[in-house]
């Protein structure tokens, strides 16, 4: 039985394509356009951008996940102040230049705003902070099986490798786990997401602070270093199918995390 159903839209999910063909996995295809074609089968894990995931979701009468992005309980690792607006024509031009992103998962991308900025389709709440520069950025993927405390599966850079390391150096993986134990102990146990992304950056001035948090459902691969993680691809594909199955399971009236990497 397939249990993924991977994006064929153009240019779009290209290395997770990639990285599924090379696993011995049982998957199903579909572009966005003819997804809502499709059977009705909530044990297909589907793999592509947002708006896909979210269209199989809406398919399937699931309940989408809220977005995490900046846990309460995380706050301390930020570096920098957050508030929420109820949006960007509320901004004063005295704060620019400034970083928003929407509340509302993936509406728009999030950027910085100068008073030069079009805020053309920039609708809906936003969630603001100071403008932060990082110079690398990783994605550290975690998961959590059972009782057991969350764990680092593997780890990638995902800024655009202009310069530094392409490896996370030993300080951001020392900070990732100290976040994944503050997290979890300060998680609901009813809505602690089982897989999830930690966005850490370095700064222009050397501080490694937490970019934001990831729900690991419509995350994209990252490839990190092959010596380090040698089986990055299959985690990566057990990483979101276990989100699935607690998105469903959670849809459902039910809490459940996957067992399968132990």
């Given at each position: ?25 049982p ?5 966005l ?10 044990s ?20 989408e996940p ?129 897989a ?67």
């Amino acid at each position: 039985m397939s249990r993924y159903l991977i994006q064929t839209d153009k240019e779009v999910s290209v290395v997770e394509r990639a990285a599924l063909y090379l696993l011995d996995e049982p998957f199903e295809r579909s572009d966005l356009a003819n997804l809502s074609a499709l059977d009705k089968n909530p044990s297909l894990c589907p793999v592509g951008s947002v708006e896909f995931v979210q269209a199989w979701i809406r398919h399937l009468g699931l309940v989408e996940p809220k977005p995490i992005d900046y846990p309460f309980s995380l706050y301390r690792f930020l570096g920098r102040e957050v508030w929420v607006k109820q949006g960007v024509h509320l901004l004063l031009a005295s704060s620019f230049p400034i970083f928003v992103k929407p509340v509302a998962t993936k509406a728009w991308a999030g950027r910085v705003l100068t008073t030069d900025s079009d805020l053309t389709g920039l609708d809906g709440p936003v969630l603001v902070s100071d403008v932060v520069q990082f110079n690398e950025e990783f994605r550290v993927y975690v998961l959590k099986q059972g009782t057991d405390p969350a764990k680092i599966l593997f780890v990638g850079r995902y800024d655009n490798l202009d310069c530094g390391l392409e490896t996370a150096p030993p300080g951001v993986i020392s900070k990732a786990k100290e976040m994944i134990q503050v997290f979890e102990r300060g998680a609901d146990n009813h809505s602690y997401p089982c897989a999830y992304a930690l966005d850490i950056g370095i700064t222009d001035t050397g501080k490694i602070l937490l970019v934001e948090v990831t729900d690991a459902w419509a995350v994209g691969l990252y490839k990190p270093n092959i010596g380090a993680y040698p089986s990055y691809r299959k985690d990566y594909f057990k990483w979101l199918h276990a989100r699935w199955e607690q998105i469903v399971a959670e849809s459902a009236g039910r809490q459940t995390f996957s067992e399968e990497l132990q």
